[in-house]
């Protein structure tokens, strides 16, 4: 059962001002959550992701490439066709960055004039810059340091456990081999042993025969114990180097599915003694 529940205080009109100014605030916290949802799909989050380190590095090809991945997933996405025109604009590839920065004023909404107006402005440099034949300016110098991939609207950075890099893999595996050796160098030492009682004087051999093969099972033995030791503390300090350290990921809200969460979002009435703000959501 779905139920509104509101949750608000009074203010009085002498701070009628105040709270248009909140109201405000609060619709014009960021151009880009007002013309994109939050329903990007994870996968396109990760190639995103995966396109800002290429960009940061300066690898405008990759980045690129991720990008397109990602719009394929996402393909009304103003935020990603942005990164793209932006990109495109980077490696010169004029044609492109102009349909991607003509595609991206397409997708503003109308409450959106003024970043349509840099839209239409980045536009018109751009073909200007097409006409003389350039990718970018005479007058423009190359840029030392650029600006950063938009962020994506509704994508959440979440610190997790585990860190799966170089070191873990090589101490993983190290003890996976050395577990190994020290199984087979502990059945070795078994074989032998069993082989040394089961000696019998004069018809295997000598005493001397008999007493090598006691000699194999307990050289077997140290060995696998070794082996086993550096085996199982090299598992453990796998285990150490992923759950102990810390990474950063890029994650999509979780949303509530219909009738089984709560959304929560600001209210605002007018009443006689001034305007009521408060929260109103389902649950």
Same mark, same amino acid.
């Given at each position: 059962?779905?139920?509104?529940?509101?949750?608000?205080?009074?203010?009085?009109?002498?701070?009628?001002?105040?709270?248009?100014?909140?109201?405000?605030?609060?619709?014009?916290?960021?151009?880009?959550?007002?013309?994109?949802?939050?329903?990007?799909?994870?996968?396109?989050?990760?190639?995103?992701?995966?396109?800002?380190?290429?960009?940061?590095?300066?690898?405008?090809?990759?980045?690129?490439?991720?990008?397109?991945?990602?719009?394929?997933?996402?393909?009304?996405?103003?935020?990603?066709?942005?990164?793209?025109?932006?990109?495109?604009?980077?490696?010169?590839?004029?044609?492109?960055?102009?349909?991607?920065?003509?595609?991206?004023?397409?997708?503003?909404?109308?409450?959106?004039?003024?970043?349509?107006?840099?839209?239409?402005?980045?536009?018109?440099?751009?073909?200007?810059?097409?006409?003389?034949?350039?990718?970018?300016?005479?007058?423009?110098?190359?840029?030392?340091?650029?600006?950063?991939?938009?962020?994506?609207?509704?994508?959440?950075?979440?610190?997790?456990?585990?860190?799966?890099?170089?070191?873990?893999?090589?101490? @993983? =595996? &190290?003890? #996976? *081999?050395?577990? $190994?050796?020290?199984?087979? +160098?502990?059945?070795?030492?078994? /074989?032998? %042993? !069993?082989?040394?009682?089961?000696?019998?004087?004069?018809?295997?051999?000598?005493?001397?025969?008999?007493?090598?093969?006691?000699?194999?099972?307990?050289?077997?033995?140290?060995?696998?114990?070794?082996?086993?030791? @550096? =085996? &199982?503390? #090299? *598992?453990?300090? $796998?285990?150490?180097?992923? +759950?102990?350290?810390?990474?950063? /990921?890029? %994650? !999509?809200?979780?949303?509530?599915?219909?009738?089984?969460?709560?959304?929560?979002?600001?209210?605002?009435?007018?009443?006689?003694?001034?305007?009521?703000?408060?929260?109103?959501?389902?649950?």
């Amino acid at each position: 059962m779905r139920l509104n529940r509101y949750r608000g205080a009074v203010l009085p009109s002498r701070r009628l001002g105040t709270a248009l100014v909140v109201g405000c605030l609060w619709l014009g916290v960021s151009p880009a959550l007002a013309q994109e949802d939050f329903d990007t799909p994870p996968e396109a989050i990760e190639f995103y992701r995966e396109a800002r380190e290429h960009y940061a590095g300066g690898r405008y090809d990759e980045a690129a490439e991720a990008l397109e991945r990602a719009l394929v997933l996402d393909p009304d996405s103003p935020t990603l066709v942005y990164n793209l025109a932006r990109v495109y604009e980077l490696l010169g590839d004029l044609e492109r960055s102009l349909r991607y920065y003509e595609r991206y004023r397409e997708l503003l909404p109308q409450q959106q004039a003024q970043e349509a107006d840099r839209a239409e402005a980045t536009i018109r440099r751009l073909q200007g810059a097409r006409a003389t034949g350039q990718g970018r300016q005479d007058d423009e110098p190359a840029p030392r340091e650029v600006a950063p991939l938009r962020q994506l609207p509704g994508v959440v950075l979440v610190r997790e456990n585990g860190v799966a890099d170089e070191a873990f893999w090589i101490a @993983l =595996g &190290g003890g #996976a *081999v050395s577990l $190994a050796a020290g199984a087979v +160098f502990g059945s070795l030492a078994l /074989v032998s %042993r !069993a082989d040394a009682d089961d000696f019998v004087l004069g018809r295997g051999g000598g005493r001397q025969d008999r007493d090598r093969l006691y000699d194999n099972a307990t050289t077997f033995g140290v060995v696998s114990d070794v082996t086993l030791g @550096l =085996g &199982g503390a #090299a *598992v453990i300090a $796998a285990i150490l180097l992923y +759950f102990l350290r810390e990474h950063t /990921v890029e %994650r !999509a809200p979780v949303r509530a599915s219909e009738g089984d969460g709560a959304t929560v979002e600001p209210s605002a009435s007018l009443t006689p003694d001034g305007v009521a703000l408060g929260l109103r959501g389902t649950f």
